[in-house]
């Protein structure tokens, strides 16, 4: 008698155990995709914030989603542009740009909405963006000795620095002395922006080659409409 019930006593500890043990697999893997450690990091842009989830975003390239109608291949960046206050996103290779409507809007509210959102997509697995990712300038057939050299330059020197603070530039032609360049991400209506292209891209650029007399920023014609709609937008939603 004792003996059998030994054996159910056995019995049931070693179910218990398996219980225990599946339970601490269930409760460790909760845990590790729970507390994805996000940081967030300062960019010289107040509007704009960097957010760092400790792992691979697009891995190499950028993708810049200047308003919610750009962010159809991105679930990341449609759950983003939700939160009230987010007028853009952009992803890096390993970062998150996140730029807000206006300065006076705090970011404290932003911030937790925005690493839940981020929490959450990276818990899901779903691919980080559907769409075309801005990589190395692409040479042309059609390039001279001294458009090489710009791309060469600005994919080399200037990208992976401006990167650094979470934005990017974008070699848009050259013409008549004048490099074009659209700024994205953390540049986009930054105020040291101006500074940026003229002591910065614009020096380094002249000093390499001395063809360049110029460097300008300009945008596409869509971005330029939607950034007409969003302030026509937020106009009327002041009044």
Same mark, same amino acid.
């Given at each position: 008698?004792?003996?059998?019930?030994?054996?159910?006593? /056995?019995? %049931?500890?070693?179910?218990?155990?398996?219980?225990?043990?599946?339970?601490?697999?269930?409760?460790? @893997? @909760?845990?590790?995709?729970?507390? %994805?450690?996000?940081?967030?990091?300062?960019?010289?842009?107040?509007?704009?914030?960097?957010?760092?989830?400790?792992?691979?975003?697009?891995? +190499?390239?950028?993708?810049?989603?200047?308003?919610?109608?750009?962010?159809?291949?991105?679930?990341?960046?449609?759950?983003?542009?939700?939160?009230?206050?987010?007028? +853009?996103?952009?992803?890096? +290779?390993? @970062? $998150?740009?996140?730029?807000?409507?206006?300065?006076?809007?705090?970011?404290?509210?932003?911030?937790?909405?925005?690493?839940?959102? $981020?929490?959450? @997509?990276? !818990?899901?697995?779903?691919?980080?963006?559907?769409?075309?990712?801005?990589?190395?300038?692409?040479?042309?057939?059609?390039?001279?000795?001294?458009?090489?050299?710009? &791309?060469? %330059?600005?994919?080399?020197?200037?990208?992976?620095?401006?990167?650094?603070?979470?934005?990017?530039?974008?070699? &848009?032609?050259?013409?008549?002395?004048?490099?074009?360049?659209?700024?994205?991400?953390?540049?986009?209506?930054?105020?040291?922006?101006?500074?940026?292209? &003229?002591?910065? $891209?614009?020096?380094?650029? /002249?000093?390499? $080659?001395? !063809?360049?007399?110029?460097?300008?920023?300009?945008?596409?014609?869509?971005? !330029?409409?939607?950034? &007409?709609?969003? #302030?026509?937008?937020?106009?009327?939603?002041? #009044?």
């Amino acid at each position: 008698m004792s003996a059998h019930i030994r054996w159910g006593l /056995q019995r %049931l500890l070693r179910a218990r155990n398996k219980a225990l043990f599946r339970f601490d697999l269930f409760y460790l @893997f @909760f845990m590790v995709s729970r507390n %994805l450690s996000i940081q967030t990091q300062e960019t010289p842009n107040p509007k704009s914030l960097k957010f760092l989830p400790g792992k691979p975003v697009l891995g +190499s390239g950028t993708q810049d989603f200047p308003s919610p109608s750009s962010a159809g291949s991105s679930s990341l960046a449609r759950d983003l542009f939700e939160i009230e206050g987010v007028k +853009s996103v952009f992803f890096g +290779s390993d @970062f $998150i740009t996140v730029t807000k409507t206006d300065e006076d809007v705090a970011w404290t509210d932003i911030k937790r909405h925005v690493l839940d959102a $981020i929490s959450k @997509f990276f !818990e899901s697995g779903d691919p980080i963006s559907t769409g075309a990712v801005h990589r190395e300038s692409t040479l042309s057939e059609d390039d001279d000795d001294i458009v090489s050299m710009i &791309k060469e %330059l600005l994919d080399t020197r200037i990208r992976p620095t401006v990167q650094e603070d979470g934005g990017d530039v974008i070699y &848009k032609g050259f013409e008549n002395g004048t490099v074009k360049l659209k700024l994205v991400g953390s540049c986009t209506g930054c105020p040291s922006s101006t500074v940026t292209l &003229k002591n910065g $891209i614009q020096n380094m650029l /002249q000093f390499y $080659i001395p !063809e360049v007399d110029n460097v300008e920023q300009v945008e596409d014609e869509v971005d !330029e409409i939607n950034s &007409k709609v969003f #302030e026509e937008v937020q106009r009327k939603l002041q #009044e």
